[in-house]
């Protein structure tokens, strides 16, 4: 009898925790908190926008000082009803993630414009040490000397640096705004906060009204995307490679329902990127010719200026080879003595022929060509300005107008067309302008 009175009990007890703990976890459901799983490529900036916080809120909520330490698989803490809707707590790359309407009605949320990362101290532009960098080549990517760096940061020894240092790099002008935000707009980010030649940027504008937004930069109209119902508009920037070292004009105009205009201007500094130089030698110099190149880029540029509207890419690209890399992106080339006024445009995969060639994300073959220079060549189409190319190829197994998945062969290494040997030949272009793509591998743009 004692023994069924205990069991009873245990029961009893174990019923009321279950019952605590499912109320518990309805409470938990309705919380204004979720969490979110950091993926790979993805920085606070990024993670932020997706649940319209700003990186300080986000940084607050996690307790987070260097908005650069965050790892991938790391937990954070999304201080925002309903983010759970938008699938946040599973961690899953979404392909879309929009910010909720505003009403008309709703109090307007605080201006905040401040282009600084968070942590970093207040109008300096600082850089974080990576692996393998040294203070030599952190100068050369932002035009300033060993010594200006050492003194900016007052190293006692400018050979040791350790990575994730965190090092001020003087005469760089933060983005400015040139005139003051219209009520319309509720949140204005640049990142990053400086533009290199030769990479990508991203620009969001979000307002509390459905407006049309057109824009330009570096002479360039800018593609616009229009997301969350007409309230957040996302620009991707493609920077030419030659860009002149120096600060340029941003502008957007707006038109609401009503057919009122407004203006957001400010100023962005573009670097150089700090490209290295090769020198190579070609047996044929028909190959050489400046015409047979300007005839392949007006090609290309052709194509990949158009527009598609869907985007195919969920966040990062994915590498084209199982091969090893020798040969990177931006570098100056001097061809058989020529001065270095060429650069190569794309990453190199030292693949022995025959090794299978994968298309880098999802999207739609536009091209497939034998060309004078990147001999056999296929160009996929990835959506919102993006596309890839993959040059030297021996085969390719795709036609025109097919759609591919990521990770899919599309063809072989070969070394057709100008190729001193073997290999895959990647490139990446962003509406129309030539870009790094291992930018898109290692980081994530949605």
Do not use: C
Not at 316 to 337: D, E, M, Q
Not at 404 to 420: A, C, D, L, P, Y
């Amino acid at each position: 009898m004692n023994l069924l009175h205990w069991i009873s009990v245990i029961m009893l007890t174990l019923g009321a925790l279950a019952s605590a703990l499912v109320t518990w976890a309805q409470e938990s459901t309705d919380s204004t908190m979720t969490v979110h799983v950091v993926q790979r490529g993805e920085n606070l900036f990024r993670i932020a926008l997706k649940y319209d916080l700003f990186a300080e809120d986000l940084a607050a909520a996690n307790g987070i000082t260097d908005s650069d330490s965050i790892a991938v698989g790391q937990r954070l803490i999304i201080p925002l009803a309903g983010a759970a809707e938008a699938g946040a707590e599973t961690g899953t790359a979404l392909t879309e993630s929009e910010p909720k309407p505003i009403p008309t009605s709703a109090p307007r949320p605080a201006i905040r414009h401040s282009f600084s990362r968070f942590g970093e101290p207040s109008g300096n532009f600082t850089h974080t040490v990576k692996s393998g960098e040294t203070l030599s080549a952190i100068g050369l990517r932002y035009n300033q000397t060993i010594d200006a760096l050492a003194t900016a940061n007052r190293l006692r020894d400018p050979g040791f640096l350790s990575i994730g240092q965190r090092l001020i790099v003087p005469g760089i002008q933060l983005p400015r705004l040139t005139l003051e935000l219209p009520e319309i707009v509720t949140a204005f980010s640049i990142d990053p906060l400086v533009f290199e030649a030769g990479r990508s940027g991203q620009i969001e504008l979000i307002t509390s009204e459905r407006v049309a937004v057109g824009g330009q930069f570096l002479g360039r109209d800018l593609r616009v995307i229009e997301r969350g119902n007409g309230l957040r508009h996302s620009v991707l920037i493609g920077v030419p490679m030659f860009t002149e070292k120096n600060v340029y004009p941003l502008s957007f105009d707006l038109k609401d329902e009503r057919d009122q205009h407004f203006t957001v201007a400010a100023t962005v500094q573009v670097m150089s990127g700090g490209y290295g130089r090769q020198t190579l030698t070609i047996d044929d110099n028909d190959l050489l010719a400046p015409a047979v190149e300007e005839e392949e880029i007006a090609l290309l540029t052709g194509h990949t200026e158009r527009f598609t509207p869907l985007r195919y890419w969920a966040q990062s690209l994915s590498l084209p080879a199982a091969a090893p890399i020798n040969a990177v992106f931006g570098t100056l080339r001097s061809y058989n003595g020529s001065p270095f006024d060429r650069y190569h445009g794309g990453v190199d995969f030292a693949g022995a022929p025959g090794t299978a060639v994968l298309a880098a994300a999802d999207g739609k073959v536009v091209l497939v060509d034998r060309l004078h220079i990147r001999g056999n060549t296929t160009l996929i189409d990835h959506g919102w300005g993006l596309y890839t190319l993959y040059a030297h190829q021996d085969e390719t197994f795709v036609e025109l107008g097919m759609d591919v998945t990521s990770g899919q062969m599309i063809g072989t290494v070969g070394s057709t067309g100008r190729s001193t040997g073997p290999h895959l030949h990647w490139e990446a272009w962003l509406n129309g302008v030539n870009i790094d793509p291992m930018q898109w591998v290692q980081e994530s743009f949605s």
